[in-house]
């Protein structure tokens, strides 16, 4: 069963534990998922609902229409899609597109010093990006093992990037 990027993060977080859709919401911005994963608060209920109707999820609670109070858990079938669809997404090569690749393909447009002005804001961006990760990583408790590494592997690929750009614009890899 192929799931989304956006309905594995939703069911997911309700195989971690039940949760009502505030609390997804919560969760998704306490661990800063939006830089990563594009959900809007708006389609959490919409992916609720797609994941509810393919038996990939359950619902118990409040009765329709108080979706706030709905507890959502994880099927039998949810907690296997999920797996399923995490060990695919982690092992398959897929082409992830970057828009900064797109900016440097096309550097015979671009003066030269346009170029260092683009790389130092970027450089300044990525930095603040990193004490982002940091900072919320820190202001959590104990956190889930999906969390933790989901932390780390954006620390990495953030500070690899700023690597580069720092060798770029030669200023202290700090």
């Known amino acids: 069963m192929n799931l ?14 039940p949760r009502h859709g505030y609390d997804l919401e919560q969760v ?5 998922i939006r830089r990563w994963a594009d959900i809007g608060f708006s389609s959490i209920y919409y992916v609720l609902s797609k994941l509810e109707g393919r038996g990939l999820i359950q619902s118990e609670g409040a009765k329709a229409g108080a979706r706030s109070r709905k507890v959502f858990h994880a099927s039998e079938a949810g907690r296997r899609a999920a797996e399923e669809a995490a060990v695919a997404f982690i092992a398959e090569r897929r082409t992830v ?38 900072a919320a990583e820190r202001s959590q408790g104990a956190l889930p093992l ?5 932390f780390s592997y954006s620390l990495c690929l953030l500070e690899a990037e700023r690597a580069w750009l720092a060798a770029r614009v030669q200023v202290s890899d700090e």
Request: glycine letters at 6%.
């Open 146 to 150: 999906a969390a933790r590494e989901v």
């Open 4 to 17: 989304t990027p956006t309905e594995l993060t939703i069911l997911g977080l309700i195989a971690e534990q």
């Open 28 to 32: 998704i911005e306490q661990r800063g």
């Open 97 to 134: 597109a970057h828009p900064a690749l797109v900016g440097l393909a096309n550097l015979a447009l671009l003066p030269e010093q346009e170029y260092a002005d683009a790389l130092q804001r970027r450089l300044v961006w990525i930095d603040e990006r990193i004490s982002g990760v940091i």
